[in-house]
């Protein structure tokens, strides 16, 4: 059935890159919080989201990203999504969510953007 | 609806993690009712968005009640609704902040509502607090899903 989810981690430099595979949804959101929470406490606030396995979002998972951005910005950090697939997408731009977050094609150019505008105006 | 009406129900015990199965319930009906693949999705969202409403707010996410879900289409409309007997809610009161004032407030409410008005054509609640409330909501198959293309 249509309902796993998981959150890889690894390290670019000094961005964290969190990759997110399947469906995100109010059941699976808790998980995805869960690692965020982790790097923000740990105060790795430079933070790519790699999308290019999800497949699903609802506005839960949308949640997450919501509650996280303004505290990460405060702190000179960011949030900035990537390879996102064009369902995914459609949700986000419903929400209006490519005026708030910078989204871009895919990993390397999330990189290069931390390198040009390490923190966008939100 | 006129006569070819078709009608499914699922009851599921009201926890997250039976919103997989309800997204499948509603895309397998969706396609039935030839429906394109971004329709399916979208009605997909606008089921899953509802239902997690009822089991975190109408039921303050206790596992132990029941969400049902009745899905009717025909041949040119595929109508969902979602039934509960928890607390029910005025959506008009449901404020609709803008996403820089949700995210300032570290908040994310309204935002599945948002997309449930979006995706569908039509949505109504019928909201009997304790009693029952029920969600309707609407999607009209476009004229090439519900007709065969005329051959050449």
Do not use: W
């Amino acid at each position: 059935m249509a309902n796993s989810f998981s959150v890889g981690r690894s390290r670019e430099g000094d961005i964290s890159v969190l990759t997110l595979q399947g469906y995100l949804d109010a059941h699976t959101a808790p998980q995805f919080e869960k690692v965020i929470q982790e790097e923000y406490e740990a105060g790795r606030l430079r933070i790519i989201v790699n999308c290019a396995g999800l497949t699903y979002i609802s506005s839960a998972g949308l949640g997450v990203f919501m509650s996280f951005i303004e505290d990460v910005r405060a702190a000179q950090g960011d949030i900035k999504i990537c390879s996102v697939t064009e369902t995914v997408y459609q949700v986000f731009e419903i929400l209006g969510f490519p005026s708030l977050f910078d989204i871009l094609p895919d990993q390397a150019a999330a990189v290069q953007r931390f390198a040009e505008a390490p923190v966008r105006e939100g | 609806m006129d006569s070819m009406e078709r009608t499914f129900q699922l009851h599921v015990p009201s926890s997250t993690e039976n919103l997989a199965m309800i997204r499948d319930f509603v895309a397998k009906i969706g396609e039935r009712a030839g429906m394109s693949e971004g329709d399916v999705k979208k009605l997909e969202l606008a089921v899953d968005e509802a239902c997690a409403n009822v089991i975190e707010h109408a039921y303050g996410s206790d596992g132990t009640r029941e969400v049902r879900v009745k899905v009717t289409f025909d041949s040119e409309m595929v109508q969902i609704e979602i039934m509960d007997t928890g607390r029910g809610f005025d959506p008009s009161k449901v404020e609709e902040n803008n996403l820089e004032q949700l995210a300032r407030g570290r908040k994310s409410g309204g935002l599945g509502l948002r997309l449930i008005r979006s995706v569908m054509d039509e949505v109504q609640y019928q909201i009997v607090p304790g009693q029952k409330n029920e969600l309707r909501m609407v999607k009209r198959l476009k004229p090439a899903e519900s007709k065969p293309k005329p051959k050449d």
